[in-house]
């Protein structure tokens, strides 16, 4: 080794010394810092307690044949309590909430919104057929309908304003 090579190799070392005492002083200076000014009561408070045991039980939950199991009874959580949806006012706001998801894009083989010449077969049969197909659902060679576009706590008489409305703008 040359003596500049030995000479690199001194002062690198003497960095990385120098680093790695850093690291260490500040390291101590956390624990230091952070043994003052953490509460150990924390831990022992009840509700911390309870929202750690909250978020680390178990996923799963085994019967036992011959064991009492009522603690396993399945609870519904608040969150997945029923949850209402609003309801449009009339069947452009229908079409705006429910019924654009497929007929804008004509997702499911769905005829687009405004499309003539994919309404045209449809209008053909008579409205009560669309509206049959609305209501009831429907799965033709072309596409399909879930009964009231997928949302069944709508009215009838609100979907078949939404009817109207796609019908109106198809011809």
């Known amino acids: 080794m040359s003596k500049h090579d030995t000479h ?13 005492a850093v690291a260490i002083a500040i390291f101590a200076l956390a624990r230091s810092v952070a043994a003052r000014t953490q509460v150990p009561e924390t831990y022992s ?28 009874k399945i609870e519904a959580p608040a969150a997945a309590m029923t949850i209402a949806l609003a309801v449009p006012k009339d069947g452009a706001a229908l079409y705006d ?21 994919a309404w045209a077969p449809r209008i053909a049969k008579g409205k009560p057929a669309l ?13 399909v309908m879930p009964p009231k576009g997928g949302r069944t706590d709508l009215s009838d008489d609100l979907i078949k304003q939404g009817v109207d409305f796609l019908v109106s703008k198809a011809q």
């Open 97 to 117: 909430a429910v019924c654009k998801t497929c007929h804008a894009t004509g997702l499911v083989g769905s005829p687009k919104f405004g499309d003539h010449a």
């Open 8 to 20: 690199f190799f001194n002062n690198f070392s003497i960095v990385i010394v120098g680093l790695i």
């Open 45 to 72: 408070d009840p509700k911390y307690v309870e929202s750690v045991g909250e978020r680390t039980k178990p996923f799963v939950r085994v019967a036992v044949a011959g064991k009492d199991n009522s603690a396993l």
């Open 131 to 143: 509206y049959d197909h609305a209501l009831q659902g429907y799965a033709g060679t072309s596409g």
